[in-house]
């Protein structure tokens, strides 16, 4: 036992100043250690237990690292065919227009094999909220490069580096989703820093405030890493994506109240 | 009685899913059912039930907008024909592994690939056996006139329900496009919030505080676990199998041979047996109304009274497999069909039976 809960006032209710939310199932994640996911599970639920809306909520989740984030997430939920989340969530929203629609995908699930539904759902401006784990490459099945690979950048099957000329280019769906007129609310964030964890949270929770309003869909990128996939250390893993990453997926709002943010014009 | 129209088959079915209380229509335009979806347009049931229609990009997000309808627990309802269907297949698979309720209407039409837009009956295997990865079934209900078409829409939810399966009614682009006189069920009210709720205590509708949250899925990972899943997927299918078989016979009683024909087919096959008795020729239709479960035993005791069989599909020789396994090999059985939207004519048809089953020819 840790010398903190040695000591019986700490643990009196009025003197915790942090715990974690109930909202999360206590079992152990299937993440690699160091990744991301299991923060922005965190930050996800904090914000359904601050809105008290988890009687309303329901998710949506991906196939990919995160198709078990329903054993996960003490919401009810829906696993959805790999890329197929937006179809779900845009009849779960039309089906029960008071609740709180989610979908949780990653790179290759949204902007690879879902790249229709993504549009089309973002088209329609269904008032849901999509959070998106872009960490570049195909996790659950071993690493293998995805829609958001970096040129040169290695995977299990572009192992002497993406070839743009003859894998194509990385895909930024994030800038292409903020120019449909369906999209209300598009950011970029990363949970890599408790300052960043702070400012991801607070995006989540916009999010979920402009479902109430029916404003339409709000997209959350979350720059993520992989240090499985990348072969690095977890510490590693965030400092290559701070250099390689961000300076292309770059951090911050792109549009904001359904205005593009001057910057990503 | 309920109200008298004279309707398409696609309109029927339509106005049906309205009446049943359906809470959402996905689907997207293909010949030759679009006008289910254009009556259902036109009809606004948002104003009439507050049922929701909505034209999705591709059949593959049709089925997975049923998908998380059905997973809430609404009475959903998709339409398309064989090619969109096959798109469809992943979507039905991951619903019959995660024991989701839905109605999928197929008006077939020629292939294979972009075929034809001309009615057939080749997408029996596709429906019946299986169609999309994974050892699952759905029911199949094969309506052969406009009336059934409406009633069977109201049966497809009530069994998608009890079962907690998805159900295909598989017509054809004939049945989808003739114009009949039908009789209307009255509305059945569309089930609240709570209703939805109270039926489908297994639904993703938001956690209360007073029960575990719950998780549609058709995943696990643990073999064990997965081999639960399809025993209990098996026992269901035997369940059907035992108790909702449905099935038609005319003029089976003094029959000497024996006509076997789902939908469009069966509907020839009626004019045919006329044409037949009145050359003196005694033949008897059976009619299989349910596909899958397939009215094995009902088949194989008419079937072991008559001299021959001839099995008339729309397609090269799908149904005609079943019948077999039933019937047994000391009855003649022999199959005659045309593909590619041809629809067989009724004096083909008895031209067939006296070549290849009382003139012994094969």
Known sequence: MTEQ????????????????????????????????????????????????????????????????????????????????????????????????????????????????????????????????????????????????????????????????????????????????????????????????????????????????????????????????????????????????????????????????????? | MGELRLMKGNEAVAEAAIRAGCDGYFGYPITPQSEVMEYLMAEKPYERTGMVVLQAESETASINMLYGGAGTGKMVMTSSSSPGISLMQEGISYMAGAELPAVIVNITRGGPGLGTIQPSQADYFQAVKGGGHGDYKMLVLAPSSVQEMCDHVKLAFDKAFEYRTPVMILSDGAIGQMMEKVVLFDQIPRRTDEEVIKQCPWASTGRPKTRNHNIITSLDLDPAGQERVNLKLQAKYKLMEKNEVLYEEIQCEDADYLFVAFGLSARICQKALDLARAKGIKVGLFRPITLFPFPAIEVSNVGNRVKGILVVEMNAGQMIEDVKLSVGCKVKIEHYGRFGGIIPSPDEVVNALEQQIIGGKS
């Open chain 1, 5 to 265: 809960f040695a000591k019986p006032e700490i643990q009196k209710p009025e003197n915790i100043v942090y715990k974690r939310t109930d909202l999360l199932v206590d079992r152990p994640l299937s993440y690699c250690p160091g990744c991301g996911h299991g923060t922005a599970h965190r930050m996800l639920m904090e914000v359904i237990e601050e809105m008290d809306i988890q009687e309303k909520t329901i998710g949506i989740s991906p196939v990919g690292c995160s198709v078990l984030a329903y054993d996960f997430l003490d919401i009810d939920m829906i696993g959805a065919a790999h890329g197929r989340a937006p179809a779900l969530a845009t009849a779960v929203k039309r089906m029960w227009p008071d609740h709180f629609v989610f979908t949780y995908q990653g790179d290759g699930d949204l902007a690879a094999i879902g790249t229709a539904e993504t549009i089309h759902a973002c088209n329609r401006g269904e008032n849901i909220t999509v959070i998106f784990i872009n960490n570049g490459i195909y996790g659950m099945t071993g690493g293998q490069m995805a829609p958001t690979t970096l040129p040169g950048m290695r995977s299990s099957t572009s192992p002497y580096g993406r070839d743009v000329p003859t894998m194509g280019h990385p895909l930024k769906i994030t800038e292409l989703i903020s120019h449909l007129p369906g999209v209300y609310y598009v950011t970029r964030q990363a949970v890599h820093t408790p300052g960043n964890v702070r400012k991801t949270k607070k995006a989540i929770r916009k999010a979920f405030e402009l479902q109430k309003e029916n404003k339409g869909l709000c997209f959350i990128e979350i720059v993520s890493n992989c240090n499985s996939g990348w072969k690095m250390t977890p510490v590693q893993s965030n400092k290559w994506m701070e250099d390689n990453m961000f300076p292309f997926y770059e951090l911050g709002d792109i549009k904001v109240d359904g205005k593009l943010v001057e910057a990503a014009k």
